[in-house]
């Protein structure tokens, strides 16, 4: 079922006519009880009831908002001119809002693609689109919308590791655009059936879990400690190279393999050390 526009008069305009018909038909009745005329006060009678029934057919349109309207169980249409407006009094009216709407999620701890327990919440910042379905689609929009986005934050959570460990690889923790792309296509997926456009969906909290938060903090430490090493290592290791090579290309000392050996171990010890190294100076000749 889809939404589909009907046309609804202005209220203002007919409110007026409808209170003058009221005045009408009861100064009609008046005079027909004073000149004790049944067909006239009849008459009146049956005016002034229509009138009155007429008064049902107002209802308002608030700025973004819609009212569904239906007539006995069948859906007639939507109409969205803001305003007083009138329409068949028999109409049953529903109001939707059309405002952009916002929620956080609560915390939720699942497992995610490598198995550790992680605690894990989104904002998301929704509209409904389509009063039709939004109605008739589902029991309750705003229900089936909190409740599928739960489902969906579970899914994708499942699907990515905490942390990248590869180069190419996407992480809950360093992909936050992609993991963004990623939840806001599946709650379109689920919830384009109750009328319901997803503008945004962002993590708004991700954490290990309490029980493996101080193990996985360690082994975080642990990797950066790993990582600067490797800098550190490959930095050195080209400098030695350097220096091995202007050494030799400007001719400045002639070094054997031993010696270019005990070299290397040197500058690695002194650029490799986390801290400062003690220099000792050769006071005699180049192998003694």
């Known amino acids: 079922m889809q939404e589909v526009e009907v046309r609804s008069w202005f ?6 006519l409808n209170l003058v018909v009221i005045v009408a038909s009861l100064v009609w009745l ?3 009880a004073r000149d004790n005329s049944a067909s006239m006060i009849f008459a009146s009678l049956v005016v002034l009831l229509l009138a009155v029934l007429m008064l049902i057919g107002y209802y308002m ?3 973004n908002q819609a009212a569904v309207l239906t007539l006995f169980g069948k859906y007639v249409g939507t109409v ?9 009094p028999f109409y049953a009216k529903r109001k939707v809002s059309l405002r952009v709407r916002n929620f956080e999620s609560g915390r939720l701890k699942v497992n995610e693609l490598e198995g550790s327990p992680i605690e894990i919440a989104a904002v998301i910042v929704w509209k409904v689109v389509d009063s039709a379905e939004a109605t008739f689609n589902v029991d309750d929009y705003e229900s089936f919308v909190h409740i599928q986005s739960e489902a969906a934050l579970r ?3 499942t699907q990515y590791p905490y942390d990248q460990h590869e180069d190419d690889q996407i992480s809950l923790r360093s992909h936050a655009n992609e993991i963004s792309e990623q939840l806001k296509h599946q709650l379109d997926e ?8 997803v503008i945004e969906a962002r993590i708004s909290h991700l954490a290990y879990a309490a029980e493996i938060a101080q ?22 290791v080209g400098m030695v190279d350097m220096a091995l090579k202007d050494l030799k290309a400007l001719g400045i000392v002639d070094l054997d393999e031993e010696r ?9 010890v002194v650029l490799c050390s986390d801290r400062a190294v003690t220099p000792v100076v050769n006071t005699g000749s180049i192998h003694q």
Not at 190 to 197: E, Q, S
Not at 216 to 233: S, Y
């Open 155 to 157: 899914s994708m959570a």
């Open 190 to 197: 689920r919830l384009t059936t109750a009328g319901v456009d």
């Open 11 to 16: 209220g203002i305009p007919a409110l007026v």
């Open 61 to 63: 349109v608030e700025p």
């Open 30 to 32: 008046v005079l027909g």
């Open 215 to 236: 193990a996985m903090l360690q082994r975080q430490q642990a990797n950066a400690v790993v990582a600067a090493r490797r800098r550190i290592v490959d930095g050195a």
């Open 80 to 88: 969205r001119e803001q305003g007083l407006r009138f329409n068949n």
């Open 260 to 268: 270019q050996a005990q070299m290397v171990s040197n500058l690695l």
